[in-house]
Structure formats: C-alpha cells, structure tokens
C-alpha cells in the first residue's frame, strides 16, 4: 500500500511541474497590448489608452530561469501619461496557474515582486490580473 501511495506522490509531482514547464513555453515570444484596467477597492472600474508589450523568453533548464520584459505608454482617465518599464525574471507556481515576478534593474538588483494570475492563456490571447500595492487589481489583456 505504501508503494502506491509514493507513485501516486510521484505521479502528481511530475506532473505538476510539467504543467508548469508547459505554460512556461506557452508564454514565450511578444504579446501586444490590448487592454489595461484598473478595478479600484470600491469595485469601480477606469481603461486606459496606450500601446505596450510584453516579452518573455525561453527558460533555460539548468536552473530554471525565465526572464520577461515589459514595456508600455498608458493614459488613464485624469493622469498623466505613464510609463511602465521592467524587466526581470518570473517563475511559474501553482500548476501554472500564477507566476511570480522579481523585477530587476539594470544592474540586476531586486527592485520588488509581486504574483501574476494568468485568467487566460491560448495561442493568441493572454490575459493576467495582479494586486497593486493599494489594493487596486490590474487586468492586462495581450495578444500575439
């Protein structure tokens, strides 16, 4: 009985981290900027208008390591125009269902982190939602 238990633990590792790996590879390539909201505390929705993408590249296997980029111009409805510019690395948790980014700067120095959860991802269509830190939840929406 034991032995089965520890395939079953097997199996389920394995398989999660292929899950991982898989959504992984499905991220790779330039997704373009399609839409960004910004749901406030108060559930009270603002778009923004711009343009942006977003760049991830293949993970090297030994050890893992993905790196993105993020680049996007955006106007929000009685704000300045913003500039969103980052780069860092990221790490796929939860079966894939989040990933965890470390944004860096040039010199490569941990500037935060913060936890994507990926709502959709197909071929085309990329859709992510994050927690800023004043409680606001931002949804990104890309395509390839």
Not at 19 to 32: D, F, N, S
Not at 69 to 93: D, K
Not at 103 to 128: H, N, P
């Amino acid at each position: 009985m034991k032995v089965v238990g520890y395939f079953f633990l097997l199996f389920v590792l394995f398989t999660s981290c292929d899950k991982q790996k898989q959504t992984a590879r499905q991220l790779e390539g330039t997704w373009e900027l399609t839409s960004y909201r910004m749901k406030d505390t108060e559930g009270l929705s603002a778009y923004a208008t711009g343009t942006g993408e977003m760049h991830f590249s293949a993970c090297s296997e030994t050890p893992i390591k993905c790196t993105y980029q993020f680049n996007a111009s955006l106007t929000l409805p009685g704000l300045p125009l913003t500039q969103i510019i980052e780069q860092g690395t990221f790490e796929m948790i939860e079966k894939g269902d989040y990933m965890t980014v470390k944004k860096l700067d040039g010199a490569g120095s941990e500037l935060g982190s913060f936890t994507y959860r990926i709502l959709v991802l197909t071929k085309t269509d990329l859709e992510l939602e994050y927690p800023d830190n004043l409680g606001n939840y931002i949804t990104i929406i890309f395509r390839r």
